[in-house]
């Protein structure tokens, strides 16, 4: 079974603080999206990497795909109230091209 | 471009009724995803259609089904309802086989079984 292990599970911080989100699988992904959802509402993509070793930045946000392309990271640079929510890797596996998604990291960021 | 559009909103049903969720992906997308979410938890898949024909299966209960209209909308039929099967549905789209595997996720159907 293919999984992906997100980590941590919970994380509360303070704003203003940094914090790193972790992806990680046995399986080689031919890309892996990441996803923030907030309560009641749908996943939305925030972004996709497809290079081993790709590096993407989205204002404070900064994913990285590991140089396999079987992890990935999400680093927040001064994380403030609104990065609060639920953090999702999801991957589209090289071996059967099915999608799994990680169980998820929530994130509050306390003002 | 109008997004992944879903209806109805919210549904309250009672035990051994039936629900159908209605989902219509973004225009050109041919892939459709459902997913079920429980309190505090992840979104679980549950099946997946492209083309108009199931593609992958997840933990998709006998009593549900669904299927992907020519137009490409797609229907979650729901049949003998359980008080667990409460959850958010959310429906997400895609382009199917585009190397980037991008979804497309819906505001949701909050579906409530008294």
């Known amino acids: 079974t293919q999984l992906l292990e997100q980590s941590p599970q919970f994380l509360s911080i303070q704003e203003g603080e940094n914090l790193t989100v972790y992806c990680n699988s046995s399986?080689?992904?031919?890309?892996l999206q990441w996803y923030r959802q907030e309560p009641g509402e749908g996943p939305v993509l925030l972004v996709t990497?497809?290079?081993?070793?790709e590096v993407k930045k989205l204002k404070r946000l900064t994913f990285q795909f590991g140089d396999a392309r079987k992890d990935s990271s999400l680093h927040i640079t001064a994380a403030q109230p609104g990065d609060t929510g639920l953090y999702l890797c999801a991957g589209a596996s090289v071996r059967d091209d099915k999608i799994i998604f990680g169980k998820g990291t929530r994130l509050h960021i306390l003002p | 471009a109008a997004g992944v559009i879903q209806s109805p909103r919210h549904l309250i049903k009672e035990k051994r009724e039936t629900a159908t969720l209605k989902c219509y992906p973004i225009?050109?997308?041919?892939?459709v995803y459902w997913y079920q979410q429980g309190p505090g938890q992840d979104p679980q898949f549950l099946i997946s259609?492209?083309?108009?024909?199931?593609?992958d299966k997840g933990s998709i209960p006998d009593r549900f089904s669904a299927q992907q209209f020519s137009d490409y909308h797609s229907e979650l039929n729901m049949s003998s309802l359980e008080l667990g099967d409460s959850a958010l549905y959310f429906c997400?789209?895609?382009?199917?086989?585009?190397?980037?595997?991008?979804?497309?996720f819906g505001p949701g159907t909050r579906l409530t079984v008294t």
């Open positions: 259609f492209y083309e108009k024909m199931q593609s």
């Open positions: 225009s050109r997308h041919d892939t």
């Open positions: 399986s080689v992904f031919s890309s």
């Open positions: 990497v497809v290079t081993g070793g």
């Open positions: 997400a789209s895609s382009l199917g086989l585009a190397y980037s595997y991008e979804q497309y």
